[in-house]
Protein backbone atom coordinates (compact mmCIF):
# COMPACT_ATOMS: atom_id res chain seq x y z
CA UNK A 1 0.00 0.00 0.00
CA UNK A 2 1.34 3.37 -0.12
CA UNK A 3 0.82 5.91 2.15
CA UNK A 4 -1.05 9.16 1.91
CA UNK A 5 1.38 11.69 3.52
CA UNK A 6 4.04 11.29 6.29
CA UNK A 7 3.14 9.19 9.32
CA UNK A 8 1.71 11.36 12.21
CA UNK A 9 3.61 11.61 15.44
CA UNK A 10 2.10 12.82 18.69
CA UNK A 11 1.81 12.35 22.16
CA UNK A 12 -0.97 11.99 24.05
CA UNK A 13 -2.65 15.55 24.10
CA UNK A 14 -6.44 15.09 23.54
CA UNK A 15 -6.37 17.97 21.19
CA UNK A 16 -3.30 16.17 19.36
CA UNK A 17 -5.93 13.36 18.73
CA UNK A 18 -8.55 16.08 17.04
CA UNK A 19 -6.05 17.16 15.60
CA UNK A 20 -4.88 13.64 14.15
CA UNK A 21 -8.48 12.13 13.13
CA UNK A 22 -9.07 15.69 11.04
CA UNK A 23 -5.71 14.80 8.93
CA UNK A 24 -6.68 11.10 8.77
CA UNK A 25 -10.15 12.12 7.08
CA UNK A 26 -8.40 14.68 4.99
CA UNK A 27 -5.88 12.14 3.32
CA UNK A 28 -9.21 9.48 3.38
CA UNK A 29 -10.98 11.87 1.16
CA UNK A 30 -8.37 11.60 -1.60
CA UNK A 31 -9.65 8.06 -2.40
CA UNK A 32 -12.53 8.15 -0.72
CA UNK A 33 -15.83 9.60 -2.13
CA UNK A 34 -18.58 9.01 0.05
CA UNK A 35 -19.53 11.62 2.87
CA UNK A 36 -21.28 8.96 4.78
CA UNK A 37 -17.86 6.59 4.64
CA UNK A 38 -16.05 9.14 5.50
CA UNK A 39 -17.62 9.88 8.31
CA UNK A 40 -16.97 6.25 9.48
CA UNK A 41 -13.75 6.73 9.09
CA UNK A 42 -13.12 9.38 11.71
CA UNK A 43 -15.20 7.91 13.87
CA UNK A 44 -12.84 4.85 13.76
CA UNK A 45 -9.70 6.67 14.16
CA UNK A 46 -10.93 8.90 16.78
CA UNK A 47 -11.85 5.76 18.88
CA UNK A 48 -8.27 3.71 17.71
CA UNK A 49 -6.79 7.09 18.38
CA UNK A 50 -8.24 7.51 21.93
CA UNK A 51 -7.83 4.01 23.11
CA UNK A 52 -3.65 4.68 22.20
CA UNK A 53 -3.91 8.20 24.09
CA UNK A 54 -5.70 6.13 27.32
CA UNK A 55 -3.98 3.03 27.42
CA UNK A 56 -0.93 3.55 25.66
CA UNK A 57 2.63 5.11 26.61
CA UNK A 58 5.46 7.24 24.09
CA UNK A 59 4.93 8.88 20.70
CA UNK A 60 1.67 8.20 18.74
CA UNK A 61 1.81 7.21 15.38
CA UNK A 62 -1.25 7.36 12.63
CA UNK A 63 -0.59 6.27 9.10
CA UNK A 64 -3.00 6.30 6.18
CA UNK A 65 -2.20 4.11 3.23
CA UNK A 66 -4.40 2.73 0.42
CA UNK A 67 -4.11 0.72 -3.07
CA UNK A 68 -6.42 2.47 -4.61
CA UNK A 69 -9.35 -0.13 -3.69
CA UNK A 70 -8.84 0.12 0.10
CA UNK A 71 -8.00 2.20 2.42
CA UNK A 72 -5.90 1.61 5.70
CA UNK A 73 -5.27 3.29 8.99
CA UNK A 74 -2.91 1.99 11.64
CA UNK A 75 -2.53 3.47 14.57
CA UNK A 76 0.74 2.54 16.96
CA UNK A 77 1.83 3.79 20.55
CA UNK A 78 4.97 2.27 22.57
CA UNK A 79 2.86 0.20 24.26
CA UNK A 80 1.07 -0.64 27.47
CA UNK A 81 0.64 2.02 29.96
CA UNK A 82 3.61 1.87 32.13
CA UNK A 83 1.02 2.86 35.16
CA UNK A 84 -0.53 -0.47 34.69
CA UNK A 85 1.50 -2.68 37.58
CA UNK A 86 -0.34 -5.73 36.35
CA UNK A 87 0.68 -5.48 32.91
CA UNK A 88 -2.56 -6.47 31.35
CA UNK A 89 -3.25 -6.44 27.69
CA UNK A 90 -5.26 -3.76 26.59
CA UNK A 91 -8.97 -4.50 26.29
CA UNK A 92 -11.69 -2.02 25.41
CA UNK A 93 -13.09 -0.77 28.07
CA UNK A 94 -15.69 1.73 25.69
CA UNK A 95 -17.33 1.17 22.80
CA UNK A 96 -14.49 1.35 20.39
CA UNK A 97 -13.77 -2.09 19.45
CA UNK A 98 -17.50 -2.38 18.96
CA UNK A 99 -17.34 0.48 16.74
CA UNK A 100 -14.20 -0.26 14.96
CA UNK A 101 -15.83 -4.20 14.67
CA UNK A 102 -18.85 -3.00 13.01
CA UNK A 103 -18.01 -0.11 10.53
CA UNK A 104 -14.56 -1.66 9.08
CA UNK A 105 -14.33 -4.18 6.39
CA UNK A 106 -11.38 -5.41 8.26
CA UNK A 107 -9.40 -4.46 11.71
CA UNK A 108 -6.57 -6.18 14.28
CA UNK A 109 -5.02 -5.54 16.91
CA UNK A 110 -1.29 -6.38 17.75
CA UNK A 111 0.34 -5.81 20.73
CA UNK A 112 3.27 -6.91 22.68
CA UNK A 113 5.23 -5.40 25.54
CA UNK A 114 7.22 -2.37 23.33
CA UNK A 115 4.01 -2.08 20.93
CA UNK A 116 0.70 -1.58 20.55
CA UNK A 117 -1.12 -1.04 17.29
CA UNK A 118 -4.41 -1.41 16.22
CA UNK A 119 -4.97 -1.50 12.49
CA UNK A 120 -8.44 -1.00 10.19
CA UNK A 121 -9.08 -1.03 6.71
CA UNK A 122 -12.58 0.15 4.53
CA UNK A 123 -13.44 -0.06 0.90
CA UNK A 124 -12.47 2.59 -0.36
CA UNK A 125 -14.30 2.49 -3.99
CA UNK A 126 -17.57 1.80 -3.08
CA UNK A 127 -19.81 3.48 -0.49
CA UNK A 128 -21.57 0.44 2.05
CA UNK A 129 -24.87 -0.53 0.90
CA UNK A 130 -27.56 0.28 3.77
CA UNK A 131 -28.38 -2.44 5.83
CA UNK A 132 -32.26 -3.55 6.01
Known amino acids: ????????????DPGEGRRA????????AKVVGD?????????MSAEAIANAILH?????RVTVATDGRR???????DGPARTDVHRRRRIDHGRGLT?????????GLEQTTRRTQLWFEVDAAGA?????
Do not use: K
Not at 35 to 43: I, P, T
Not at 71 to 77: K, Q
Not at 128 to 132: G, M, N, Y
Open 35 to 43: ASLLDDVEL
Open 71 to 77: LRVEVAD
Open 56 to 60: GSGLI
Open 99 to 107: VIDALAEEW
Open 1 to 12: MERLGEPLGFTA
Open 21 to 28: RRTVRERA
Open 128 to 132: RLAEI
